[in-house]
């Protein structure tokens, strides 16, 4: 099913690559972050080309609830305790001036952009919002308690970040990128060094930025333990209440809800690619009892890779390699953490440096409770006996009866029911 983004925008149209081309930065990928750097390096002056394999934004973005927010749940009393203090002030600064960049370019562009309050919310343990709250205070952020909310169910509490925002992201990259160097119907096929191979021709650069969603090279960096992919789902009402503001559980198999236009946006469903979760039909039976009045005008479904420590891994791709960098591992977050990652790439490909740079750091420790798991979610798919075996790792893949596709449980490559590739890190179909 495609999302209310795709059905309501005017895709601009590229060229596939045809011959050889050299430039200083190749950018691979053009969803939002990959676009966004492609932005900031024309502005910058910097000679650049985006390849994309498919079509633009044809991938994660466009699927995303489109929230641009520095609010990412209930993070910054848990970056105080893992990271300290600095760096978790580094994070708030980080997307905080995303959030104005987005604010500061819509002003020019027609694409629904609107600024909402924005509340994580619990269910059950006040003391949760509370000590978010004492968090912020340490940060010097401006935050409010809340506990009546416009939801259909009471809440513990929640916490209200202000002046956050929404948008139509496809027309907002249909604006940005009229004028910008792109090449679409171009999958790259093989890295060697810092020379791309794609179908119809190489591409030479000085420096590569792989903003693929999941990172395709599995011999650095070791994304294959660091990030795991996790499937939500959405349903678009007509004839729902407007909420005001944009609304989000603490859990991550909770439910999220904002308006646009019209329609009611619930998100949730939630489940680790591979697995079994509540997806549509979950918000379908929710609805169906807080909302007997509404139509279902839209559903879709999204993937968002996780990191070990619930912040994105941006900057150079390991330790060992050079000229080669990175952005992944948004953790539901995409929209803000693209900016976020463009303005910290812009200015490294560059040679300069980025006062955020640190926090994001690909080669930051990945000593954290999440590697464990998944080693073990790899190990166990890795020895499963299956016919159908996804070429990323070799991992069984699992059927996903709900969008009629097959899954895999270790990295969350997807395929079509006869074998097409859907989804990455696998770069090409499954073989008979």
């Not at 995303?64 to 520095?70: D, E, H, L, S, V």
């Not at 590569?208 to 090279?217: D, E, G, K, S």
């Not at 997806?279 to 807080?290: I, K, Q, S, T, Y």
């Not at 990455?424 to 008979?432: R, S, W």
Request: proline share 4%.
């Amino acid at each position: 099913m495609e999302s209310l983004w795709k059905q309501t925008w005017e895709h601009p149209d590229f060229a596939a690559l045809e011959g050889d081309i050299s430039t200083d930065v190749l950018i691979i990928g053009g969803g939002m972050a990959g676009i966004l750097c492609a932005y900031m390096l024309q502005r910058a002056g910097v000679p650049y080309v985006l390849a994309e394999a498919g079509t633009l934004c044809g991938g994660i973005t466009q699927n995303t609830t489109a929230k641009i927010t520095n609010q990412h749940g209930l993070i910054y009393d848990k970056l105080i305790r893992e990271f300290g203090l600095e760096a978790a002030g580094q994070y708030l600064s980080a997307n905080e001036e995303a959030l104005q960049k987005y604010r500061e370019l819509c002003r020019d562009i027609d694409c629904d952009f609107e600024d909402k309050d924005s509340y994580v919310y619990v269910l059950n343990d006040r003391l949760k919002i509370e000590r978010e709250l004492s968090a912020l205070e340490k940060l010097c952020f401006h935050s409010e308690f809340a506990d009546n909310l416009p939801l259909p169910f009471s809440v513990a509490g929640a916490l209200k970040f202000p002046n956050q925002a929404q948008f139509h992201p496809l027309k907002f990259v249909s604006a940005i990128s009229k004028d910008l160097h792109i090449y679409e119907h171009t999958p790259v096929r093989e890295l060697a060094n810092t020379t791309a191979v794609t179908d119809h021709g190489k591409i030479s650069a000085k420096k590569i930025i792989v903003a693929t969603h999941f990172p395709f090279l599995n011999k650095h960096g070791s994304y294959f333990l660091k990030l795991y992919q996790h499937r939500s789902y959405v349903i678009a009402l007509e004839n729902a209440p407007d909420v005001g503001g944009m609304y989000v559980d603490e859990a991550q198999k909770g439910m999220s809800f904002r308006n646009y236009r019209n329609l009611l946006l619930i998100g949730g469903g939630d489940h680790r690619t591979g697995k079994r979760g509540g997806g549509w039909e979950e918000l379908r039976d929710f609805a169906a009892r807080h909302y007997p009045g509404a139509e279902e005008k839209y559903s879709w479904a999204t993937q968002d890779c996780m990191s070990l420590d619930g912040v994105p891994y941006i900057g150079p791709y390991s330790a060992s390699t050079s000229n080669l960098y990175v952005a992944t591992g948004f953790n539901k977050w995409g929209m803000t953490s693209s900016m976020v990652a463009a303005m910290i790439l812009s200015d490294l490909v560059q040679g300069k440096e980025n006062p955020y740079a640190d926090v994001f750091s690909p080669s930051r420790t990945i000593l954290r409770p999440q590697l464990a798991v998944n080693g073990f979610e790899a190990i166990v798919n890795l020895l499963t006996p299956s016919a159908r075996r996804c070429p990323h790792l070799g991992c069984a893949l699992k059927w996903n009866s709900t969008e009629h596709s097959w899954d895999c449980p270790c990295h969350g490559s997807r395929f079509t029911e006869d074998g097409k590739l859907i989804d990455n890190p696998a770069t090409g179909d499954l073989m008979e």
